[in-house]
């Protein structure tokens, strides 16, 4: 079927459709589409400027090298950032996509990888971890990686933090959280918050304008090696059937995830930097009594699940 279709903008032969936006595009046309929308996503929202200094969390999957990639192409001075959880093979793996990336493509733009390992600085990998403080696995490692993401940004004076969350994954946050009424989560679903108080980097995510699909494509299309396999944890998180579920829907109904969240977007307002949340944000943060991290509590979550583990006699 692909190969009977035409490019929509060139009339050359099509490499990829997408029926979201009733369209097919060749390998150039289809780049200049993604670049386009990451684009709009960075200036509709507020997220950066050229002179900034951005770091982007990468994990070796899709999303995260496609954006350090992107980023770097639309002349963004852009580094990364790998927190290596030591999940045997797949930390291994996705270790080995990142390492590559950064040599053989980043470096080239002048730009840094920054590698944190979670076993060597926190004393053992996110598993062991996770059983040490008996808290779910993704719980804990949502606390460390927030933390590291955050203390990597300061420390080395980054303006802004990039995540490679697309549109599947925002969609599907927003209905879980439509689905149970959490307000206070729905208020930070915009994809640029910006930085609170001191101490706080500015988060965005610029490519939640882009679907899964559409991200493994442009990898493909580019030669952008990434590891495939899910993180062994995910296995059975909600996020993956609320996913299904709107997968479902789009293939119903073509362009079903975009109304959904950009809809929510829109009606929200939060198509602006929503400062009053910054606002309400800064009213309730101080300094982490032992860190100095930012947190609402006298001890962040970080430092409090580290002592945990330090009392533990398995560390
Ligand atoms: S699925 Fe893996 S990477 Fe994601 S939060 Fe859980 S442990 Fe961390
Ligand atoms: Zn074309
Ligand atoms: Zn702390």
Redesign the pocket.
């Known amino acids: 079927m692909i190969r009977a279709m035409n490019c929509t903008k060139c009339k050359t032969k099509a490499a990829l459709k997408l029926p979201r936006h009733h369209a097919a595009f060749c390998k150039n046309c289809f780049n200049s589409f993604v670049h386009d929308q990451v684009h709009k996503a960075i200036r509709s929202q507020k997220m950066f400027e050229k002179t900034d200094r951005l770091l982007v969390a990468v994990?070796g999957g899709k999303d995260s090298l496609a954006l350090w990639d992107i980023l770097l192409k639309l002349g963004y001075k852009t580094d990364g950032l790998y927190v290596n959880?030591g999940?045997g093979g797949y930390s291994e793996s996705s270790r080995e996509k990142v390492v590559h990336f950064s040599e053989t493509v980043a470096a080239g733009y002048g730009a840094v990888l920054h590698v944190h390992t979670v076993d060597r600085e926190e004393g053992a990998g996110?598993?062991e971890l996770a059983i040490i403080v008996n808290r779910p696995?993704?719980?804990?490692?949502?606390t460390i990686?927030r933390y590291q993401f955050n203390h990597a940004a300061i420390r080395h004076g980054y303006d802004v933090m990039a995540t490679g969350h697309n549109l599947d994954d925002e969609a599907a946050r927003l209905l879980g959280n439509v689905l149970h009424w959490q307000a206070e989560y729905l208020e930070k679903q915009g994809p640029s918050l910006p930085a609170s108080v001191d101490g706080f980097a500015k988060k965005v995510k610029p490519l939640y304008r882009l679907t899964e699909r559409e991200l493994a494509a442009y990898c493909v299309l580019n030669k952008i090696d990434y590891v495939v396999e899910?993180?062994?944890?995910?296995q059975g998180?909600r996020t993956l059937l609320y996913k299904e579920v709107l997968n479902r829907l789009e293939t119903e109904s073509p362009g079903t995830k975009q109304m959904f969240y950009w809809g929510f977007l829109e009606k929200s307002g939060t198509t602006e930097t929503p400062t009053s949340i910054a606002e309400k944000d800064r009213s309730s943060l101080h300094p982490c009594s032992n860190c100095g991290q930012p947190t609402t509590a006298e001890t962040c979550s970080y430092c409090k699940l580290m002592a945990r583990a330090k009392t533990s006699t398995l560390l």
């Open positions: 994990s959880l999940i996110i598993r696995t993704c719980s804990t490692c949502g990686k899910e993180c062994p944890m995910a998180a």
